[in-house]
């Protein structure tokens, strides 16, 4: 039986973890994630998680601390967000080119400057490329599904590559969502226990741990890092299905697909603006406009094959970017979705919109918007690219 | 492509072709075991642990690792280590 609560996204990352079991949890409090600190703080007090819990002074111990622990055989847990995120960047990297299956929750806030704390894509997305496997949220019961896969899905031996379960700042971590709670002996069961061999700190068997390495050889662990991203894409799908045969919830796997099969205009999407994507979605459709929407779960691995299979019949694309690419005009998730489709064999339409920086909505009706430029280019008229949803305009 | 061990990442026991920094020396510290007095300041000073103890308590300088930056002859208070060229190296 699964117990039915009321929670929001940060303790539905905490409970998620909590499930899973860590043996070594270590965090610094940055805004929107600190509850999720406090959470776990708690659990442990409690009695309710029995695990290491280091309260470091700042986020690259933090990560320092998870990543010894990995080292060391233990399974792992941490949280961050935003300028947290940033100061952990030096082992951060090293954590996934040292292979160590650390899960990490980051709650997505904006980058500064200017000052913000509120809710954007951008800490996570410009890390996109530092070798962790990174999934996006849509709700509280996808968070708190995700972090409790994630483990399955790092610790996997095809994988053995850190995850992070990314969730939109206040959208997700301080809205209160009905959330199913799995039973704590199933979880335990799904997840297995973990055991280091590939590394492993150990007095018997002494390793060498980071070496300096010449070129050549650093170019074969970056090619077997690579091939790891690769086999996750058939991991995660097979972990998602494995999870929706034993709790009933199923997420589609890298992508999800709503009412695309046919749609001639589809939407892009990534996190919690996709619940108004869908919602636009259905609106169009009743006015007889054959809309869709593909929303991005993992952004690393890309998903390339399911993203060009999804939108092999659109007449026109539309990526809506919570993010930006300095240099490119346009948003994040629009150049990576435009890389996917070179040499698909026809060109449409293609419209990069950002919305939702520092926080503001991005409302249904913005999105019916996007559908309705969507389908004035199809037909032809020129559109402006990128599109700026600015709140006041709508 | 063809790979050269089985290990995921930089970490492992055999075959993990360990760099020995040790190769990049021009100048190489030699220690004169009369004139050393066992001080062992030279064994706290150096930045890459190159210095070991003897059980005797008396020092040796393991050249894997050192690069001969020097800081060990510039610690002896007796002078006891000097630093030589690599000439048969260079």
Known sequence: ?394 | MKFRNDYAGPIGVEGIHVLNTGDWRINRPLLDDETCMKCGICFLYCPVNSIRRREDGSYFICYDYCKGCGICAHECKKKAITMVPEEEKY
């Not at chain 1, 600190?34 to 986020?59: I, W």
């Not at chain 1, 969730?167 to 009905?178: A, I, K, N, Q, V």
Request: charged share 25%; glycine share 8%; aromatic share 8%.
């Open chain 1, 1 to 394: 039986m699964q117990i039915v609560d009321v929670m929001n996204g940060n303790m539905a990352a905490a409970v998620g973890a909590a499930l899973a079991k860590p043996e070594v949890v270590a965090a610094y409090p940055i805004t929107p994630q600190t509850p999720v600190v406090e959470y776990l703080t708690d659990f442990v007090v409690n009695g309710k998680l029995d695990a290491a819990m280091s309260e470091v002074e700042s986020e690259l111990s933090a990560m320092s601390i998870v990543s010894g622990a990995s080292l060391a055989g233990c399974r792992t847990f941490t949280a961050t967000a935003s300028q947290g995120l940033a100061l952990m960047y030096e082992p951060y990297f090293r954590a996934s080119t040292l292979r160590l299956p650390i899960v990490m929750a980051i709650v997505n806030r904006e980058m500064i400057s200017p000052q913000s704390v509120w809710g954007g894509q951008q800490d996570a997305m410009s890390v996109r490329d530092a070798g962790w496997l990174q999934v996006y949220a849509e709700d509280n019961q996808e968070i708190l599904d995700l972090t409790i896969q994630a483990f399955r899905v790092a610790e996997d031996k095809r994988v053995l590559l850190p995850v992070n379960v990314c969730f939109d700042g206040f959208y997700l971590s301080h809205m209160t969502e009905r959330v199913l709670i799995p039973e704590e002996d199933e979880v335990t069961k799904f997840v297995g226990k973990y055991k280091g061999e590939h590394i492993l700190l150990d007095p018997e068997r002494p390793m060498a741990v980071d070496p300096l390495t010449n070129g050549e050889l650093l170019m074969e662990y970056r090619c077997k890092h690579l091939l790891a991203q690769q086999a996750a894409l058939e991991v995660l799908e097979a972990v998602d299905k494995e999870y929706g045969e034993r709790f009933g919830r199923s997420y589609g796997g890298a992508v999800e697909e709503y009412r695309s099969d046919d749609a001639d205009y589809i939407l892009i999407t990534c996190g919690s603006i996709s619940g108004a994507a869908k919602d636009a979605v259905d609106l169009k459709r009743a006015e007889g406009v054959k809309a869709g929407l593909v929303r991005i779960r993992w952004v690393r691995p890309f998903p390339q094959q399911r993203i060009r299979k999804a939108l092999a019949g659109a007449k026109a694309i539309a990526v809506v970017d919570k993010s930006v690419s300095f240099g490119w005009n346009s948003g994040i998730l629009s150049q990576e979705v435009r890389g996917a489709l070179y040499d698909q064999g026809k060109a449409v339409p293609f419209l990069s919109v950002i919305g939702g920086l520092g926080g503001e909505d991005v409302s249904v009706s913005m999105m019916q918007d996007v559908i309705g430029r969507m389908v004035r280019a199809a037909a032809g008229e020129s559109f402006e690219s990128p599109l700026w949803l600015m709140p006041s305009e709508y």
